[in-house]
């Protein structure tokens, strides 16, 4: 299994930036893919960004291209998320997902998440 520790979460202006940190423990070497979603308040949990872990491809959802990076260090086991240019309708709490192999299957784990406010 694979435990996740979300950090970087809090309040910023409009207009500022944000970085948002994944660190995965546990059975790393299985990882298949990482990713960021968002949670506003009365919403849907929507995709942000993933990374794949073999070769580090990404998509970003149209929403957030040109102002979130996401990003990873295979050697810490940890992705990242850069948020640049925020707006107030990025403020969500923010789930990190890693996506594994076991038993031949892929399996979901998400972090505990973390809160993005951004103020106007």
């Known amino acids: 299994q694979v435990q996740l520790v979300e950090s970087g979460g809090g309040l910023v202006q409009a207009g500022g930036s944000r970085r948002l940190s994944c660190a995965a423990s546990g059975r790393t070497f299985n990882i298949y893919r990482m990713g960021w979603f968002r949670q506003a308040p009365g919403k849907e949990r929507d995709l942000v960004a993933t990374i794949n872990w073999s070769d580090g491809s990404t998509y970003h959802t149209d929403s957030v291209k040109g102002r979130f990076t996401i990003s990873r260090d295979n050697v810490k086991n940890t992705v990242y998320l850069q948020m640049n240019s925020l707006l107030p309708e990025d403020t969500a709490v923010y789930y990190c997902?890693?996506?594994?192999?076991?038993?031949?299957?892929?399996?979901?784990?998400w972090g505990q998440g973390t809160q993005v406010t951004v103020s106007s």
């Open positions: 997902k890693v996506q594994y192999w076991t038993l031949g299957s892929l399996a979901d784990y």
